[in-house]
Structures are given as C-alpha cells and as structure tokens.
C-alpha cells in the first residue's frame, strides 16, 4: 500500500501564488507516474497535470495556460504543484494521487489517492 498526504492549500486571493506538496510513504518503490487532480463544489474531479516516474514526461489540462508547474523529487517520495495567477475558477479541492503505470492521465489510471487538500481563490 501507498499512503498520500497533501499539505499547501489554503486561502488566497486571485493572482496570487501556492505550492501543494504530496509527500507518499509505505510502498512507494511501486510508484511510476503521479498526478494532481481537482473538484470544485458540484462538478466532477478532473485531471490537473501528471508526471513519469523520470519527470521526462508531463501533462497539464488545457485550463492551466502555463500557469502551473508539476514537479517530483523521488528522493523525498514527494510531488509539488506550483500554482501561479490563481483565480476563482481554480476554487477546489486538490487531490495527489499516483499510479503503477508508467504513464497515466485519466483517474481510472491511478491506483492510490491522498485525502485532498482545499484550495480556495478569493476575487
């Protein structure tokens, strides 16, 4: 088993900056590719940006416009999310979660799941 624990969220107002951390332990040599996801009140969880085990390869949904970067340190055991020029529609709760696959986009594709951590942009 994996066990994920997110940490960064907070309050912050629109064009300001946070840094969400995910920090797994337990089997974490059975990590391959890791993502961010997020769910706003009443809509459903999508996919935020992903990363190979090696960081070689990331994807970041369309809505984040250069605005965030994905990064990993498997040193630490750990994946961060650098969010900049946030505003309202970023309003959510963020969720780490990682998979067995090399490569994995859709959330059927990971296999572990932090608890979430809340994100919210005051305009």
């Known amino acids: 088993q994996v066990q994920l624990v997110e940490s960064g969220g907070g309050l912050v107002q629109a064009g300001g900056s946070l840094r969400l951390s995910c920090a797994a332990s337990g089997r974490t040599f059975s990590i391959n590719a890791m993502g961010w996801f997020r769910q706003a009140p009443g809509k459903e969880r999508e996919i935020v940006a992903t990363?190979?085990?090696?960081?070689?390869?990331?994807s970041y949904a369309g809505f984040v416009k250069g605005r965030f970067t994905i990064s990993r340190d498997n040193t630490k055991n750990a994946v961060y999310l650098q969010m900049n020029s946030l505003d309202s529609e970023d309003t959510a709760v963020y969720y780490c979660?990682?998979?067995?696959?090399?490569?994995?986009?859709?959330?059927?594709?990971?296999?572990?799941w932090g608890q979430g951590t809340q994100v919210t942009v005051s305009s």
């Open positions: 990363i190979s085990w090696s960081g070689g390869s990331i």
């Open positions: 979660a990682a998979s067995l696959r090399r490569s994995a986009y859709y959330g059927n594709e990971y296999d572990y």
